[in-house]
């Protein structure tokens, strides 16, 4: 199995199954994060904090949203 966009959350559904494969590199995503997700030796490394890991930058989504 193979992931396709919205890595952040794709490493952790990835790391869930024993025929995951790979988790694209999308570094157009990162700007939106306040924290990238840890690469190791080329290696995506699932994180350890509770939920997703995850939190938008507010300033990202500021300077990117329409209306």
Do not use: C
């Not at 559904?13 to 700007?31: D, H, S």
């Not at 990238?36 to 290696?43: A, E, I, N, Y």
């Not at 939190?55 to 329409?66: C, E, L, N, P, V």
Request: no cysteine; proline share 6%; glycine share 10%.
């Amino acid at each position: 199995m193979v992931s396709h966009l919205v890595p952040g959350i794709h490493v952790h559904l990835i790391a869930a199954i024993t025929n995951g494969l790979t988790v694209e590199y999308m570094p157009w995503t990162l700007r939106l994060f306040e924290e990238t997700q840890v690469v190791d030796g080329g290696q995506r490394v699932a994180p350890t904090k509770p939920g997703l890991g995850l939190a938008f930058d507010q300033a990202a989504i500021k300077r990117y949203q329409i209306g």
